[in-house]
């Protein structure tokens, strides 16, 4: 079983930071990318950062400047650093392993964790 666990989201004021991780537990052989997408109320749900297993890395035009996505290999811990967070920035975070493969022989898939809120008063 694989598991995806996402901290680090609370309450914040527009202005402030907070710092995002998504730890990864189980049975993994290889991710091709980890990716974190948010999901504002009433809104779909959106990409906001991924980084490759070959360390490339993407950014929403609307947090480039403000996010970054980051990770710990030794800890299977992805991070995102948030700064000048804005309202519009409030959503539910979710992380996502993208095109993991639990054994070498194993079928690609995608994961999520269960998302982490993430508010910001004006």
């Known amino acids: 079983q694989v598991q995806l666990v996402e901290s680090g989201g609370g309450l914040v004021q527009a202005g402030g930071s907070l710092r995002l991780s998504c730890a990864a537990s189980g049975s993994i052989f290889s991710i091709n990318a980890v990716g974190w997408y948010r999901q504002a109320p009433g809104k779909q749900r959106e990409l906001v950062a991924t980084i490759t297993s070959g360390g490339s890395i993407n950014y929403a035009d609307s947090v480039k400047g403000r996010f970054t996505i980051s990770r710990d290999n030794a800890k299977n811990t992805v991070y995102l650093q948030m700064n000048s967070l804005q309202p519009e920035d409030t959503a539910v975070y979710y992380c996502?392993?993208?095109?993991?493969?639990?054994?070498?022989?194993?079928?690609?898939?995608?994961?999520w964790g269960q998302g982490t809120q993430v508010t910001v008063s004006s």
């Open positions: 996502a392993a993208i095109g993991l493969r639990r054994t070498v022989l194993a079928a690609l898939r995608n994961y």
